[in-house]
């Protein structure tokens, strides 16, 4: 079945460095979700990636969709203690429908003072 | 503008009961779905639907049921809880694929 990867599992960045996430699809996606998730609270929308090899940016952050379209980074430049949680990449579910999302298992960030 | 309410908070079930897991809309969304959290699992869909009175299984539908009440509803019911079914239970619709979640249900089955 359709496989979503987020690489690395777990993250600690210094305060103030920079870090990248990374996510893989096994197929090919119409567009691609990311999500952050704090600490005892639930995933939140922070963008959507449609066009290959489409780059937006949210202030600090850096989101690209790769240009076969089955990968996606988000790099987060000068790292905030705000930035910990777990971030989630998400893609239509090619084999379901694109109303249900396969989510990777996401990238939890601990964020060091 | 309230989004997606869930209820309750948090909950401990014994061996054995049952409950349902109450969750509604505002956004006039058709989709709405069940997904549960784990600790290094990520989000699994236990149920989804794609309209009011359609439902479909997910990933991890058994021990659950199911019940879109109408449009803004979408209940979760776990029939005799087992304490494998401990977890964190999220609530979410779905407009432009952008999912909207609620605040979670906190479940302990003891």
């Known amino acids: 079945g359709q496989q979503v990867m987020q690489i690395p599992q777990y993250q600690h960045v210094q305060e103030g460095e920079d870090f990248t996430t990374y996510c893989n699809s096994s197929?090919?996606?119409?567009?691609i979700q990311w999500y952050k998730q704090r600490p005892g609270g639930h995933p939140v929308f922070l963008i959507q990636?449609?066009?290959?090899?489409e780059v937006k940016k949210q202030k600090r952050l850096t989101f690209q969709f790769g240009e076969a379209k089955k990968n996606s980074s988000l790099h987060i430049t000068a790292t905030q203690t705000t930035d910990v949680g777990t971030y989630f990449c998400?893609?239509?579910?090619?084999?379901?429908?694109?109303?249900?999302?396969?989510f990777g298992k996401g990238n939890q960030v601990v964020v060091i003072p | 503008n309230a989004g997606v309410t869930q209820t309750p908070k948090f909950q401990v079930l014994k061996t054995g009961q049952s409950m349902t897991l109450q969750c509604a809309q505002d956004?006039?969304?058709?989709?709405m779905y069940w997904y549960r959290q784990d600790p290094g699992m990520g989000l699994r869909l236990i149920y989804y639907?794609?309209?009011?009175?359609?439902?479909d299984k997910g990933e991890v539908p058994n021990g659950y049921n199911v019940s879109r009440l109408n449009k803004r509803e979408f209940s979760l019911r776990l029939e005799s809880a087992a304490p494998s079914q401990t977890s964190v239970y999220f609530c979410?619709?779905?407009?432009?694929?952008?999912?909207?979640f609620g605040s979670g249900t906190r479940l302990t089955v003891v």
């Open positions: 998400a893609g239509p579910n090619v084999l379901r429908g694109n109303n249900r999302l396969a």
């Open positions: 197929t090919t996606l119409s567009n």
């Open positions: 990636l449609v066009k290959s090899g």
């Open positions: 956004m006039n969304h058709n989709s």
């Open positions: 639907s794609a309209s009011e009175g359609t439902t």
């Open positions: 979410a619709s779905n407009l432009d694929s952008r999912y909207t």
